[in-house]
T-cell receptor, first 115, second 113 residues
Framework: KAGVTQTPRYLIKTRGQQVTLSCSPI?????VSWYQQTPGQGLQFLFEYFSETQRNKGNFPGRFSGRQFSNSRSEMNVSTLELGDSALYLC??????????????FGQGTRLTVV | GENVEQHPSTLSVQEGDSAVIKCTYSDSASNYFPWYKQELGKRPQLIIDIRSNVGEKKDQRIAVTLNKTAKHFSLHITETQPEDSAVYFC????????????FGKGTKLSVKP
């Protein structure tokens, strides 16, 4: 079956702009998590959505937001972009239920560059 | 907040040697501990995982051990090969069983032929 798909793959934005990234999970997966990956900081958790509800949130400012649609596709939005937001943004989908963690499958990421 | 510490940040071994990467976690409610391998320019991929009701799990040359009391878990790779060279990330679930993985900062493993 198709894997996790993220669009776009690459993005260049100017400081102050806003951006929307998209993630299509594996069919049947209802949990979608977003991570920011930067050199030296590893994978930092942004938020997780499950059945259209934000279930967990990491320690990022309110400029970072997300949502999930009824088909489990998810978007994340970053407003008022800063140079420090330049990073690889990864999403991961899983079958996660309320009682059990399962393998998270990652997309290839969106490389965001803020200039 | 909750966090996962991973050591070492870089590890260089000779082909055929063993490699060990260690992680500690802070949330006593963590019950799921996956390890991911990320090759250069590629997405992270799961290589092995362990749940809190198990102390050790092995899959061919890879093994993971978990010490819940000490909140430690480790990845062991035996008979390393050049294709094992990559960045390895440990992770721990936070908030019990919900889908929130906190990752360590990664270990760059280099296996020299």
């Amino acid at each position: 079956k198709a894997g996790v798909t993220q669009t776009p793959r690459y993005l260049i934005k100017t400081r102050g702009q806003q951006v929307t990234l998209s993630c299509s999970p594996i069919s049947g997966h209802r949990s979608v998590s977003w991570y920011q990956q930067t050199p030296g900081q590893g994978l930092q958790f942004l938020f997780e959505y499950f059945s259209e509800t934000q279930r967990n949130k990491g320690n990022f400012p309110g400029r970072f937001s997300g949502r999930q649609f009824s088909n489990s596709r998810s978007e994340m939005n970053v407003s008022t972009l800063e140079l420090g937001d330049s990073a690889l943004y990864l999403c991961a989908s899983s079958l996660n239920t309320a009682s059990r963690n399962t393998e998270a499958f990652f997309g290839q990421g969106t490389r965001l560059t803020v200039v | 907040g909750e966090n996962v510490e991973q050591h070492p940040s870089t590890l260089s071994v000779q082909e055929g040697d063993s490699a060990v990467i260690k992680c500690t976690y802070s949330d006593s409610a963590s019950n799921y501990f996956p390890w991911y391998k990320q090759e250069l320019g590629k997405r992270p991929q799961l290589i092995i995982d362990i749940r809190s009701n198990v102390g050790e799990k092995k899959d061919q040359r890879i093994a993971v051990t978990l010490n819940k009391t000490a909140k430690h878990f480790s990845l062991h790779i035996t008979e390393t090969q050049p294709e094992d060279s990559a960045v390895y990330f440990c992770a721990a679930s936070m908030g019990g069983s919900q889908g929130n993985l906190i990752f360590g900062k990664g270990t760059k493993l280099s296996v020299k032929p």
